[in-house]
């Protein structure tokens, strides 16, 4: 597969319902498990449609996460750069930097964490109050909270938040003139090597430096390289999810008045709106066989480049009954939203608890929270690596 097909389905692909995935991901999944699109770069790539199949992709050791390798296919403008990213990578140099990481983002470093988001969760409440209504709560929530939770994370001081959240937000936005994308880059870099510097702190980054810098387990660039990941995962995927799932549940009163009731069917809520909405999509999913292969009906070639599609998998009628319908008491904790297999999202066990106390804080103290437009009158993002919204006016 070296070169386009002509008529293939090409990426990105226009989404004419924001409470679903593009409509040409439900024909190609019952088309095929696996079917050729094209890159919006003009290069080919399997598109992977099926859940399924997108387990078989995201675990099987044929298929590599190492864009770096000469096997695969590049366009011209390929925007893909080798920058040394852990993810990707394949093991055993992946599971170098999982490991140093799971040390810090597993369950229990996350359950210890749990009060600094709660303060975190309130604070920005407050201030959403303090601003009175009508606010835009995508603005002053749903990508403040995450921003904070970073901030927490990584040691950064009050006085910094604001330069810190200016900067991921210009990072988040794939139509920002090129030069002001560089130029946040460089400021986020040259302060995490700060961060770096001030290894006896007790931040996560400052742990790390501290224990792995001295040992050689970890070089200065990829600490700050690594840092530098998490801060773009870790914030517009929570960020799209509050703001997502908020407008979800309020279109959903039944269900919504059910969760304020009873608050354990909270996980579950999580869980599905992951599932619903599955934010990270086809960028998130980038990968290159090594070797010849079949899946399903596709012969694949080493060399040929796949992209999973998440939000196509997630609403897959074999894995998922009524799987167009939004339900907080489905079962859907196998979903694909944060991957799954070697590469599954190393980030998952915090972005799941700050979801949930993200959730269970607006909706304990804001009861009467609700939307100040209409729903057909907001703008959603299609301008970012993530589906989401640009803003959210809401009363209370």
Request: glycine share 6%; aromatic share 8%.
């Given at each position: 597969m070296s070169t386009p097909e002509h008529g293939t389905p090409a990426f990105p692909m226009a989404r004419t319902c924001p409470f679903a995935p593009p409509d040409e991901y439900r024909r190609m999944r019952a088309t095929a498990p696996v079917v050729r699109a094209t890159l919006p770069n003009g290069a080919p790539v399997w598109a992977?449609?099926?859940?399924?199949?997108?387990?078989?992709?995201?675990?099987?050791?044929?298929?590599?996460?190492n864009t770096g390798r000469p096997e695969r296919p590049r366009g011209p403008d390929d925007d893909r750069p080798d920058d040394g990213f852990f993810v990707d990578l394949d093991p055993p140099e992946h599971s170098r930097f999982r490991r140093l990481l799971i040390s810090e983002l597993g369950a229990r470093p996350m359950d210890a964490m749990r009060p600094v988001l709660q303060r975190v969760a309130d604070t920005a409440i407050d201030e959403l109050l303090e601003a009175g209504a009508p606010a835009d709560l995508v603005a002053l929530y749903a990508r403040r909270f995450p921003a904070r939770v970073l901030c927490a994370l990584f040691g950064v001081p009050a006085?910094?938040?604001?330069?810190?959240?200016?900067?991921?937000?210009?990072?988040?936005?794939?139509?920002m003139d090129p030069s002001v994308a560089a130029q946040a880059s460089k400021d986020v870099r040259d302060y995490l090597r700060e961060l770096v510097r001030e290894a006896g702190s007790g931040s996560m980054i400052g742990r790390l430096a501290a224990r792995?810098?001295?040992?050689?387990?970890?070089?200065?660039?990829?600490?700050?390289?690594?840092?530098?990941?998490?801060?773009?995962?870790?914030?517009?995927?929570?960020?799209n999810t509050i703001s997502l799932g908020l407008l979800t549940l309020l279109r959903h009163p039944a269900q919504l008045a059910a969760l304020r009731a009873d608050p354990g069917l909270l996980p579950g809520a999580?869980?599905?709106?992951?599932?619903?909405h599955s934010v990270q999509d086809w960028?998130?999913?980038?990968?290159?066989?090594?070797?010849d292969m079949e899946v399903g009906s596709a012969r694949i070639r080493a060399g040929d480049r796949l992209t999973v599609l998440a939000a196509s998998a997630n609403r897959d009628v074999r894995a998922f009954e009524n799987p167009d319908e939004f339900d907080i008491r489905r079962s859907a904790h196998h979903h694909v939203a944060f991957?799954?297999?070697?590469?599954?999202?190393?980030?998952?066990?915090?972005?799941?608890?700050?979801?949930?106390?993200?959730?269970?804080?607006?909706l304990t103290r804001m009861p009467a929270l609700?939307?100040?437009?209409?729903?057909?009158?907001l703008s959603f993002a299609d301008d970012a690596p993530f589906f989401g919204l640009h803003a959210m006016p809401v009363a209370w």
């Open positions: 992977v449609t099926r859940y399924a199949e997108a387990r078989q992709i995201l675990s099987d050791p044929r298929i590599s996460s006085a910094d938040h604001a330069f810190f959240e200016s900067r991921l937000r210009m990072l988040s936005v794939t139509s792995h810098l001295p040992t050689g387990e970890l070089t200065t660039d990829e600490l700050v390289n690594m840092g530098f990941l998490m801060l773009l995962a870790g914030y517009d995927s929570p960020a999580i869980e599905e709106l992951l599932r619903f960028v998130s999913f980038d990968r290159i066989a090594t070797e991957g799954h297999g070697v590469h599954q999202c190393v980030g998952a066990n915090l972005a799941r608890a700050e979801l949930r106390i993200a959730f269970a804080t607006l609700r939307l100040a437009v209409g729903w057909e009158e």
